[in-house]
Structures are given as C-alpha cells and as structure tokens.
C-alpha cells in the first residue's frame, strides 16, 4: 500500500511523540503553547479575530491538560495550579478584549517556565 507524503509525515510525527520521555513531551507543550501565543498576537496585530481566537483558544487547552496532568501530592503543583489559573484568566481576558499586550505579558514567563523544565529535564537525564 503506498502512502502519501502527509500519512508518512504523520506517521513519523506519531512515532517521535510515542518515544519521548515525559520531560520532552512536556518541553513539546511548552514550544506548542509559547507559539500559539505568539500566532495570537500576530493575529491581533492583524485584526484578524477568528486566528486570534483560535490560537488563544488552543493556548488554553494546553494549559488544561497540563492542569489535568498535576500530580497533587507534590507541594509545587499548588503553585503549577496557581500559575496556570493566572495565565489562562489572562488569555480569557486577552481574547475577551483582542489585546496583545496581555499574551505578551505572558509568553517570558511561560518561557522562563519552559526553559526552567528542559533544565531540569536536562539534569534528571544526566546531561
């Protein structure tokens, strides 16, 4: 059976995400988020509502999974659990109002969060 180009794509795409550790996958939501919130103000510096919109929209579903994902009897997802309702309230809010100047707020310390667990992904693996 011969395949085309985006079945043998996908299927690499599959194939990566079902091998990585939970520190990567985790690394691979952050980049995932960090970019929608960056096509939302691209978006909205674009007047263009509906890619604002589901951009934002994406950026929250990611933050629900990995509020779903906390393990609550460590201490730090209280805190995980806290900053999640903080930058999810911001992008209700920022797609409430189409403003860019709250995701941007945002996307340094999601990233500084990101850069934070590739560290100590970095360390639990020995590198």
Do not use: C
């Not at 707020?105 to 999601?110: D, Y």
């Amino acid at each position: 059976m011969a395949y085309g180009y985006g079945t043998q794509l996908q299927q690499y795409k599959q194939q990566s995400i079902n091998t990585m550790t939970k520190g990567e996958l985790l690394i691979l939501l952050y980049d995932e988020w960090i970019k929608r919130m960056r096509r939302a103000v691209i978006a909205i510096e674009d007047n263009d509502t509906i890619q604002a919109h589901e951009a934002i929209v994406r950026s929250q579903d990611i933050i629900d999974y990995l509020m779903a994902t906390l393990d609550p009897k460590y201490p730090i997802s209280t805190e995980l659990a806290r900053l999640y309702d903080f930058f999810k309230y911001q992008l209700v809010e920022a797609n409430i109002k189409k403003d860019k100047t709250m995701i941007e707020a945002i996307i340094p310390m999601v990233t500084d969060l990101r850069d934070t667990w590739k560290e100590a992904n970095k360390i639990s693996q020995g590198q």
